[in-house]
């Protein structure tokens, strides 16, 4: 393995990793939040969708093929945490109000906005990737590396919130729907809050 690509690769687990620019990670604890570890496959489907919008987007960005806003963008990734984890509270609330458990794969939409908001997502990724990038000639190797370690990253933290929720249910005996509810308050505060920092003159 060359030393260029473990360069790239840790660059791209640390960036999606990186707990001072959190909302890359606020976005996957909001899209996962109503999900148990039982529920993994489906939860492939959820994270697959997110990693193809998101990968689309971080290639044609930083090979320069498409060129965007860097602050719209900066502004747009606290939107698509707020509309996620507002879905997914409002879904929850109509579940109970019809009498039905709460299951995550029943909303399509959910699916949805996982593919468009990693297309948003993407753009960010690629606005850092090309600050790191500097005079590389070959940005192929670099590229490829990076969104490896992306997803390498990105499936650490599923793994962190899928734990963190089973020891929540089981240990500490909060039901689902009231973990699922806590995580998407506190990510909807989050995101209202990065949106307001990130507004023109914020």
Not at 1 to 16: A, D
Not at 178 to 186: E, G, I, K
């Amino acid at each position: 393995m060359s030393s260029e690509f473990v360069t790239y690769f840790r660059l791209g687990v640390g960036h999606i990793a990186d707990l001072k620019g959190y909302d890359h990670i606020l976005f996957i604890v909001a899209l996962v939040a109503g999900y148990a570890p039982r529920d993994w496959r489906r939860l492939l489907w959820l994270v697959t969708a997110f990693t193809v919008g998101h990968s689309v987007t971080l290639g044609l960005a930083t090979l320069q093929l498409v060129r965007v806003h860097a602050p719209t963008i900066e502004l747009l990734i606290p939107v698509t945490i707020v509309v996620t984890a507002g879905y997914s509270m409002l879904a929850r609330r109509r579940s109970e109000a019809t009498g039905e458990a709460y299951a995550p794969e029943r909303h399509a939409l959910l699916y949805v906005l996982a593919g468009c908001f990693g297309l948003i997502h993407g753009l960010g990724f690629s606005n850092f990737l090309r600050a790191m990038l500097g005079g590389e000639e070959s940005i192929l190797l670099p590229l490829f590396a990076f969104n490896v370690g992306l997803e390498i990253g990105q499936l650490a933290i599923v793994a962190v919130v899928l734990l963190a929720g089973a020891a929540a249910c089981e240990l500490a005996g909060l039901t689902r729907r009231r973990w699922a509810t806590a995580l998407s308050l506190v990510s909807v505060l989050a995101g209202l809050q990065m949106i307001v920092e990130r507004l023109p003159g914020g």
